[in-house]
């Protein structure tokens, strides 16, 4: 019988120290995985503060425009956007005070809207209209639809009590004569006296447009009259 080395028996390996080896093949997996995590993170923030400091506001155009560095640390903290700040720059080169810029941008915000009524504003200061009546008009948030309005009464003609009582109506949503309409009135020969009494009856349009037709073809039909003239006897 031969005699020699005894072949190797099979030795079952620990459990642990399987486990152990595969975790330590895993590690360098796991390891480039945060790695690239880690990148992906650093790239996001690099980015996110690159958009954040791209998106500062400037208030140049304002403190070119004549706003006294007080009136401007008090816009700056309304936060404005771009547009904002173009549209009360427009505002105050036209002429317009800083009190009326602060108060028609703060009655927007009211509103919850950014404030964007510069030309309305400028519209009707040229047309003769004072800051509180401006301003009154804003705070309903009905500048831009009755500053056209506005305007074509005050080239009408119409004195300022009249005007006050017509855009108050206006603002109330009550039922008013259109400026057209005092237009064709005055044309017929109305006084403003019965203008503003057929204004404060509250008439709805169609009421109003009938008063102002019958009103015209009185005027047409008294310009069609004829003088007969009579011949001498022969």
């Known amino acids: 019988m031969r005699v020699g080395c005894p072949e190797p028996s099979h030795v079952l390996s620990s459990s642990i120290a399987a486990g152990t080896r595969t975790a330590h093949?895993?590690?360098?997996?796991?390891?480039?995985?945060m790695r690239q995590s880690f990148i992906i993170i650093g790239v996001c923030l690099l980015l996110l503060s690159g958009c954040q400091k791209q998106h500062q506001t400037d208030y140049t155009p304002l403190d070119r425009s004549g706003f006294w560095a007080s009136n401007?640390?008090?816009v700056k903290k309304l936060k404005l956007s771009?547009?904002?700040?173009?549209?009360?720059?427009?505002l105050k080169q036209s002429g317009a005070s800083d009190d009326l810029c602060l108060s028609l941008l703060k009655a927007a915000r009211d509103h919850q809207h950014?404030?964007?009524?510069?030309?309305?504003?400028?519209?009707?200061?040229?047309?003769?209209?004072?800051?509180?009546?401006i301003l009154a008009v804003a705070q309903s948030d009905q500048i831009d639809?009755?500053?056209?309005?506005?305007?074509?009464?005050?080239?009408?003609g119409l004195s300022n009590p009249t005007l006050q009582a017509i855009i108050e109506r206006r603002i109330k949503g009550l039922p008013t004569?259109?400026?057209?309409?005092?237009?064709?009135l005055k044309n017929t020969g109305l006084s403003e006296k019965q203008i503003v009494a057929l204004v404060n009856e509250g008439l709805t349009p169609e009421q109003a447009e009938a008063q102002?037709?019958?009103?015209?073809?009185?005027?047409n039909h008294s310009n069609t009259g004829f003088v007969r003239v009579q011949g001498r006897r022969r």
């Open 145 to 156: 639809m009755l500053s056209g309005e506005a305007v074509t009464l005050k080239l009408i």
């Open 114 to 133: 950014d404030f964007s009524s510069a030309d309305s504003a400028i519209e009707l200061s040229r047309a003769g209209y004072s800051d509180q009546q």
């Open 212 to 219: 102002v037709a019958k009103r015209e073809a009185a005027r």
């Open 25 to 33: 093949r895993a590690c360098p997996t796991y390891n480039e995985g």
């Open 177 to 184: 004569l259109t400026s057209a309409q005092i237009g064709r």
């Open 82 to 90: 771009d547009k904002e700040i173009s549209q009360l720059a427009k």
């Open 72 to 74: 401007l640390d008090e």
